[in-house]
């Protein structure tokens, strides 16, 4: 029996959710994309959870869709549209829109969706040996799981056509030179790096944090007299907080800020 395609550590004011299918390098299937919308759903639905930690098991972070799940059994085309409609574009949707960040540590080998999936995580890091591939051109596809949206909008038109036409790898030192990734890393600090981010997240203004999340998705799409709109507004929200109260006395009074991260 295969073991769980997903596991789930409860930290203080955080989870970690590992992909874990090392053999075949954390690649998705049916039974771990719902373990993984169960695992991110419940971490949502717990207050106490003020940021998400995404890994893999072994030595890759994810190999996208297992491609073993797509070999027609009776002979008839494979149609992907409906896998990307309820599995990859409700994933990269949630994951984009949770009220605390998301920090993907990219251990080894991220490819196809699963370099898109860690690149719609809000903080990636990435260690030395890993690397990201749009193997999509591979195998006659095209990039998938936001990845035609969030490559142009990280490294620029003439990049992004590179990676997803070539399908070359990108190595982690080059993805961040390129502004692809917030941070390399060296592999045994990968893990410990992400930690520290996740912690110091649990302890975060977290509203202030998903309001500002909000509106860089949004400005996008928008021009700049909708995003002062957007700012105004938003900002109007967070100072209504008891964080931003919390960080103004804690400013004068010169001590740390004690955040709850709740609404009021
Ligand atoms: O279908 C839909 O629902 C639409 C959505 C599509 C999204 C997608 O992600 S499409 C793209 C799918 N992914 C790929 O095409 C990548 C396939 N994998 C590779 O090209 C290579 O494995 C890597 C470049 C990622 C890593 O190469 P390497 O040499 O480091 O490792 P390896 O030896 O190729 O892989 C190790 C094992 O994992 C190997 O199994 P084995 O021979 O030891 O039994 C390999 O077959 C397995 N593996 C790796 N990737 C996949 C996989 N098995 C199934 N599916 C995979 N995607």
């Known amino acids: 029996m295969e073991e769980e395609p997903v596991l789930v550590e409860r930290r203080a004011g955080y989870r970690v959710i590992t992909l874990n299918r090392p053999q075949r390098l954390n690649a998705f299937t049916e039974a771990m994309h719902q373990a993984l919308k169960r695992a991110i759903a419940d971490a949502e639905g717990d207050s106490a959870c003020r940021a998400l930690l995404l890994t ?25 549209g409906h896998s990307l409609e309820v599995h990859y574009n409700p994933l990269v949707r949630k994951l984009r829109a949770l009220p605390f960040p998301v ?25 030395r040996s890993a690397s990201f591939v749009q193997a999509f051109a591979r195998i006659g596809l095209v990039p998938d799981a936001g990845g035609s949206w969030i490559l142009p909008r990280l490294v620029g038109p003439a990049r992004a056509r590179g990676l997803a036409l070539t399908a070359e790898p ?61 700012e105004r507004e938003s900002q109007r929200e967070a ?22 991260g709740r609404h009021s």
């Open 56 to 80: 893999g098991a072994g030595r890759g972070f994810c190999a996208g869709q297992d491609l073993n799940e797509r070999v027609s059994k009776d002979g008839k085309t494979m149609v992907l």
């Open 103 to 127: 920090v993907a540590a990219v251990n080894g080998i991220a490819a196809g969706a699963g370099a898109n999936v860690a690149l719609a995580c809000d903080i990636v890091l990435a260690a």
């Open 170 to 230: 990108l190595p982690a030192e080059k993805a961040e030179a390129w502004g692809l990734i917030w941070k390399m890393l060296e592999d045994d600090d990968l893990l410990g790096e992400a930690h520290r981010l996740c912690l110091h997240f649990a302890s975060a203004p977290t509203v202030g944090l998903a309001l500002t999340k909000r509106i860089l998705e949004e400005s996008w799409s928008n021009d700049l007299d909708t995003q002062l709109d957007l």
């Open 239 to 260: 100072s209504l907080t008891p964080d931003y109260a919390e960080g103004v006395h804690a400013f004068l009074e010169k001590r740390p800020p004690v955040f709850t």
